[in-house]
């Protein structure tokens, strides 16, 4: 079998390389926001970054859902906090421009008659929003559909009751390392007896299997009696990652701040949210986070080590990194070829 190495340090520390990504991977890709359920009711709205793109998604008192960047047109403010909430008017906080729920400029305050303002020059900039299977998703200007993108996840989780899971939970968790080394941190069980040493010892490290398909990589491993998850664990093309655990799942979306810095957005989705499960639900998200916490530091380390210069790329294991091969082949198509789909 061909042997494979490492991406090149360069790519993870260079801010250029990020600005390119930005370009031809995150912003030409369809993006988890959330579950669906946060946009259900006229008004709710979700906004969210993308790689430093401001995103919103709002439902209209239509019925409509309509995703739009979110930057005022007048001078580039942000119009809402992250996070999801209830509007009527959106309304920019720096010079109160107001916007219906369709884009629409509805008002632009104090500007003057000489030149006039004319409202229907300046609506908002639209994006792409599609949902599937409880899940929002957002693209700023996609390549291919979200199915399309989804790939062989479609499948992967055909049998698995995710519509059935109410969203119970969210949390953030943010690091001084590059969005890339968190991924092929993630998209790799080999790291596991030497990170998580509680982890491997409820799982049959022997027996853990990562395969890499069309948009998504999967592993596995065999449970013991006391691991809260169902022992597969997924990641999806390009940035974010489903996990099951007994009665419910998490998601994740890895995204950048910065070169050097990352931040993941964690929900949690039960399919038991009545108040007598409520501990044993903080339970499992606090168990999941944790697992997650272990993993700062050593992508920390990793990071400051390309950032020096003294790493030069090193082999890649057939056996348990052929979800990192997988990764980084697409990371490398994206930034060869600006006109290659990512």
């Known amino acids: 079998m061909e042997q494979f190495f490492n991406l090149d340090p360069s790519l993870y520390v260079h801010p250029d390389v990020l600005d390119a990504e930005r370009r031809r991977i995150f912003w030409r890709s369809w993006q988890l926001l959330g579950p669906a359920s946060d946009v259900t009711e006229p008004g709710r709205y979700v906004a969210a970054d993308v790689a430093g793109l401001g995103v919103i998604a709002i ?6 859902l309509r995703g739009f960047r979110n930057v005022c047109r007048h001078r580039g403010a942000r119009l809402l906090p992250q996070g999801k909430g209830q509007c009527g008017l959106i309304v ?24 006039a303002i004319i409202p229907e020059d300046w609506p908002l900039e639209e994006i792409h929003l599609d949902t599937w299977r409880g899940l929002l998703f957002a693209a700023v200007d996609p390549v291919e559909s979200l199915l399309d993108q989804l790939g062989d996840t479609v499948a992967e989780l055909a049998g698995e009751p995710l519509e059935s899971y109410t969203a119970a939970g969210t949390a953030k968790v943010e690091f001084d390392a590059n969005w890339k ?10 790291h596991i007896p030497g990170t998580h040493p509680s982890f491997y010892a409820a799982i049959d490290f022997e027996a853990f299997s990562t395969t890499a398909h069309d948009g ?3 592993m596995t491993a065999p449970p013991k009696d006391d691991l809260f998850y169902r022992g597969k664990w997924l990641w999806m093309w390009p940035n974010w990652t489903l996990s099951l655990f007994d009665g419910g799942m998490n998601t994740s979306r890895i995204n950048p701040l910065g070169v050097d ?19 044993a639900r903080k339970k499992t998200i606090e168990s999941n986070l944790a697992v997650v916490r272990e993993d700062i530091d050593i992508c920390a380390d990793t990071h400051r080590n390309y950032a020096a210069g003294s790493y030069t790329p090193g082999p890649l294991s057939a056996r348990h990194e052929l979800g990192v091969h997988y990764f980084q082949e ?8 600006g006109s290659a789909p990512v």
């Not at 439902?59 to 409509?64: C, P, S, T």
């Open 59 to 64: 439902r209209g008192r239509d019925g409509a």
């Open 181 to 190: 080394i968190y991924t092929d941190n993630f998209v790799e069980g080999y």
């Open 261 to 279: 810095r990352t931040e993941q957005r964690y929900d949690f989705y039960f399919a038991d949210t009545s108040p007598e499960t409520e501990a």
């Open 216 to 218: 998504l990589v999967r």
């Open 330 to 337: 697409r990371v490398r198509v994206a930034l060869d070829d």
């Open 92 to 115: 920019c906080p720096y010079h109160k421009w107001s916007y219906s729920d369709t884009g629409a400029l509805v008002q632009a305050p104090w500007f003057g008659k000489d030149p």
